[in-house]
């Protein structure tokens, strides 16, 4: 039984690129929530999606950020025009309908150069 | 205030004795408590659940919560140097299905 799939696990940008974060959650988990965690703190929720709905966005940035959880397929985080104060650890954590998102996948660690 | 609050540490313990992690939060409301165990470089992985007041043990980890003073506490017993890690106190936000995480406190247990 799968867990929480995240993909790339490193993920290198310079500035002013696109940075794209994919998150596959557990089976039968039809909710996403991503965190982001910068060196030395804990983690900060960003967002809370089930398909195609944006739940909760009250911890993204205004701009540059935005999710998505298509019918099908992953759920997406996509930073745009990235700086360096952008790189950190970024997880993604599932949960079925109603349930608290427990269990994180691997993460992507971005650096921006 | 930050909604969850631990002491960065780091907390250095030597092996075999007692180490305590401390956890306080703002919001009444809150009905679940989790500890985190995070290696460095690693995904935080979930030890310990606790949602009414008292103890609650699970091998050599023990979890205490107290409703009325706002706080969660981590006991480890017989603490390895494989404990050291950073622990993250997280507390679910009342109506909202998402985890408000604490800094964590770094814990090193000394040979």
């Known amino acids: 039984n799968a867990g929480v799939m995240q993909n790339p696990r490193h993920l290198v940008r310079r500035r002013g690129q696109e940075a794209r974060l994919r998150c596959s959650p557990m089976k039968g988990h039809s909710h996403v929530y991503w965190y982001r965690q910068l060196p030395e703190e804990g983690l900060k929720f960003m967002v809370y999606l089930q398909k195609e709905n944006i739940i909760d966005e009250s911890g993204m940035p205004k701009e540059r950020f935005s999710a998505e959880f298509p019918k099908e397929g992953p759920s997406i985080l996509r930073i745009q025009q990235v700086v360096r104060g952008d790189s950190a650890a970024y997880f993604c954590a599932s949960s079925p309908e109603g349930g608290t998102p427990l269990h994180f996948g691997n993460g992507t660690r971005l650096t921006v150069t | 205030q930050k909604e969850v609050e631990q002491n960065s540490g780091p907390l250095s313990v030597p092996e075999g004795a007692i180490a305590s992690l401390n956890c306080t939060y703002s919001d009444r409301g809150s009905q679940s408590f989790f500890w985190y165990r995070q290696y460095s470089g690693k995904s935080p992985e979930l030890i310990m659940s606790i949602y009414s007041n008292g103890d609650k043990e699970d091998g050599r980890f023990t979890a205490q919560l107290n409703k009325a003073s706002q706080y969660v506490s981590l006991l480890i017993r017989d603490s390895q140097p494989s404990d050291s890690a950073t622990y993250l106190c997280?507390?679910?936000?009342?109506?909202?299905?998402?985890?408000?995480f604490g800094q964590g406190t770094r814990l090193t247990i000394n040979p």
């Open positions: 997280a507390v679910n936000h009342p109506g909202a299905q998402k985890l408000v």
